[in-house]
Each structure stands twice: as C-alpha cells, then as structure tokens.
C-alpha cells in the first residue's frame, strides 16, 4: 500500500501498476491518482495489446498459434468446433482480429460503465482510477475467449465494424493533431513575445514552409505515380479535392475574422493538417484493388519507368510481410503518437475541447502532486469537484482505437471466400477518403465555430 501512496512520478507509477502483486491487489489507491495518470494507465493497457497483435502477427507465429485449440486447419481441435481455415494463410489476420476484438470489448465496457461521471467522488471513480490487476484480468479473460470464437461470420462482420470504427478514430487523431498544432504555435508565439521573436517567428516560417511543401510535393507525387491518363479516376479526383479542400482551410485559418476570434489560429495548423490529410490519402489510394492505379513504393524505387499489368493485386497474407509496408508503419507511428498526447494533452482550445471533452489546460503539469512533509512527491486527486475529462468518451475512443489499430495491422484486407488469399477492396478506399473530409470538415469548424457562435464563450 506504501508503495502506491508514495507515487513521485510518472515512472513510479508503471512501476506500481506493473510491479509487486501487493501493489495491484490493493487497487493503487484510486485516490492517489490523477486524471493523467488514469489515462496513461488505460493507454498503456492498450499499448500493451497493440504490441501483443504486432508479435502475433509476425513471420513464424503460426506453428505457435497452430496450438490453440480449434484455430486453425492442421492445429489441435476441440469438440463442437470445427475450423477449414489454413493458419499459414490468414494466421495473422485471425489473431490480430481476436486480440483487438478483446480490447474493445474491455473498453467498450468501460465505456457504458462510465456514463454521466461526475467527480471522482462517484463510486464508479473508483473503479476508474485503482483495481488495475482485476482490470488485467479482465481484459486477459476477454482475449483468451476470443480466440476460442469460430470464424463463421466473425472476421466478415467485424471487418465492417473495424471499418466504421477506423473512420471516427482517424477524425479523432485529425482533432488531436489540430490540438497539438495549436498548442505548438501558442507556445512559439509566447517565446516570440519573452524576447528574441525574429527567432521564433522564423522558426514558425520555417516549419509552416517545410509542411507546406511536402503536402504540395506529395501531391505531385501522387498525380506521377498513382493516376494514369486513360484510368485511375478515383484517384485524380481525390487528389483534387483534398487539394483544393487543404487550399481552402489555409485561407480560412488567416481571415481576419477567424484571426480576431482566435489569435493563435494560423498557417502552422493548417499546413500540418494539410500534410495529415496527405498521407490519409495516399492511404486511400494504397488500398485501391486496382494494381494499375496502386504501384508498390518498391516498384517505384526499383524499377520507375515499369508500368504494372492490370487488375486486381495479387496479395499476400498479412502474416508473412504484408503488414511492414509504408502506409502501416506510418499510421502505426500516428497512432502511438495520438494515443500518448491524448493522454497528456493540456490544451487552452476551447473548441477541441468541446469536441475532446475534456476541460480547459488538464493536462501533466506540477499541479498533478504535491509534496508532503517527508519531502516525496505525490499524485494528487484533481478531480474531487468534477471530473476533467469524460471518463465514458476516453474509453470509447481507446475502442475506435482498438478497431484502427486492428485495420492498420491487417492492411484493412479481408479474406476471399475460400479463405486462401487476402485481398483490398474498394470499400476501404471510400471510408480512409470519406474519413479525410470529415476530418477537414471538424479542423473548419474549430477556426468558424467561435465566429459563428459569437454569442457562446469559446475564450
């Protein structure tokens, strides 16, 4: 119990959480914890299965998963369940699916359980901030009976709800971006105003030109090398959208009344959201079916001048090396990045945190202890008078979170009927686009909203 009482930071704390079976079992003390280190806590456990998927679906996993009963073709069987699916072929596919189907359901749980929190004082804040070992168990429990689910519709079904879910997660990251963009720049122009602003005020040019000409330079790139004159429409008229829509809110984050509205608004979050949607483009388009208008960044390299053959790619399970490719690695990388800020984040944009739901400036600062008189820093309980964030909308997005993790690791494939091959389909091109525009749509209402809304403190 000593242990827990005496959190003198962030490190201290992973130690409790993942330490001493003392320490767990005394449910870590709720009120000794924070709003930041409970959010951290919850990402680590997802984290923590984001890892476990990534083993899973490494090359030479499937002689080990052959052993779980009933999984696959040619493993050990279980009565009553009976399985015609080759574990060499989708072996990766299967566990990702399992492991993440797992994490969602816990926090999905979490999420019910958490409706209408109102302060810490609640006895349902309890269970939000302490009986971390019961919670492992829990989401142990979960995913051990995952993998005992019988394919039939499962993978299918759940493929459509990866989907869904994969959608609302990427505006999520789009509105966390937006935050840590606007977060950057106040603090720039902060240092700009304390003295040397010729300095930070190049420093602001700079980077703003730097994301600039990389999204306009994958934009080229992508006209070169992802469209062709006689085909490849969905494509050019992709690009040209989301050009003209990062146009658009480039424009909008300067006027002058978007300006007067909120000072701190600029080109910074525009040109950074500008490159995000960018890459969720070329995301898009990397899932396009259509070999002819989606060449591999390898054949590129090797072999520029090689125009590929049409029809639909020839893929290969995600459980050898499919899952390694650019786009993944990179929103793999997104995702970490996201999950860590969401954590910690300490934003004063009243609009992301409408949308966020959190409160203004609640993030990892020297308010979250307090030292006592033996001279050891504590964690604090910051939320006695109301809570600083949604408890039920911080679990349903570590849900949508689980479900994107799940797409981006399996490459968004889908088995064939037989379940020999995985292959992309055009549905997943449409929702990664459509997903781009919702976000572009939610960064311009974080610049209009307090215009439009004149009359509602966004201050």
Not at 81 to 90: A, F, Q
Not at 124 to 135: C, S, V
């Amino acid at each position: 119990m000593g242990a827990c009482l005496a959190l003198g930071s962030l490190a201290s704390c992973a130690s409790c959480l993942c330490g001493s079976a003392s320490c767990l079992l005394s449910s870590c003390c709720p009120s000794a914890f924070n709003s930041t280190i409970t959010r951290l806590a919850f990402s680590f456990l997802l984290l923590l299965g984001t890892l476990v998927s990534i083993i899973m679906i490494l090359p030479g996993m499937e002689e080990h998963l052959k052993q779980i009963p009933g999984f696959c073709l040619g493993g050990t069987s279980v009565p009553g369940i009976e399985n015609k699916v080759n574990c060499d072929i989708i072996v990766g596919y299967k566990s990702v699916y399992r492991m993440c189907f797992a994490m969602a359901c816990f926090f999905f749980l979490f999420s019910i359980i958490m409706i209408r929190v109102r302060s810490s004082k609640d006895p349902r804040g309890a269970i939000q901030n302490g009986f971390w070992f019961f919670k492992f168990l829990v989401l142990v429990g979960i995913t051990v009976g995952a993998f005992f689910i019988p394919d039939g519709i499962f993978n299918t079904v759940w493929y459509y709800f990866g989907m869904v879910g994969s959608f609302f997660f990427i505006a999520v990251q789009l509105i966390l971006l937006v935050d840590f963009a606007h977060s950057w720049n106040q603090s720039w122009l902060l240092k700009a105003e304390d003295g040397n602003s010729k300095f930070w005020f190049a420093a602001l040019l700079t980077v703003t030109v730097i994301f600039y000409a990389l999204a306009f330079s994958f934009v080229v790139v992508f006209y070169i090398y992802y469209t062709k004159p006689d085909d490849c429409t969905e494509h050019k008229v992709f690009i040209s959208l989301n050009f003209i829509f990062c146009i658009i809110v480039s424009i909008v984050s300067i006027l002058p009344k978007v300006q007067e509205a909120q000072p701190s608004s600029g080109l910074l979050q525009a040109s950074f959201i500008s490159l995000y949607t960018m890459y969720i483009t070329w995301s898009a388009m990397s899932n396009n079916p259509n070999r002819k208008c989606n060449p591999s960044l390898l054949s590129l390299v090797t072999d520029p001048s090689a125009t590929p053959a049409p029809g639909p790619a020839p893929t290969t399970a995600p459980g050898s090396t499919q899952w390694w490719d650019a786009q993944g690695i990179v929103g793999l990388i997104i995702f970490l990045f996201c999950t860590l800020y969401a954590s910690i984040r300490s934003s004063n944009n009243a609009t992301v945190n409408k949308l966020m739901q959190t409160e203004e400036g609640q993030g990892l600062t020297s308010d979250s202890y307090e030292t006592g008189e033996d001279g050891v820093h504590r964690a604090v309980d910051n939320e006695e008078d109301g809570v600083t964030y949604s408890y039920s909308f911080f679990h349903f997005s570590l849900c949508l979170a689980s479900l994107y993790i799940m797409m981006t690791l399996t490459n968004w494939f889908i088995p064939d009927a037989t379940y020999e091959t995985m292959k992309s389909t055009m549905p997943s091109v449409w929702v990664k686009i459509s997903s781009s525009w919702f976000g572009l749509a939610i960064f311009l209402w974080t610049l209009i909203a307090p215009v439009i809304l004149s009359d509602r403190d966004f201050s």
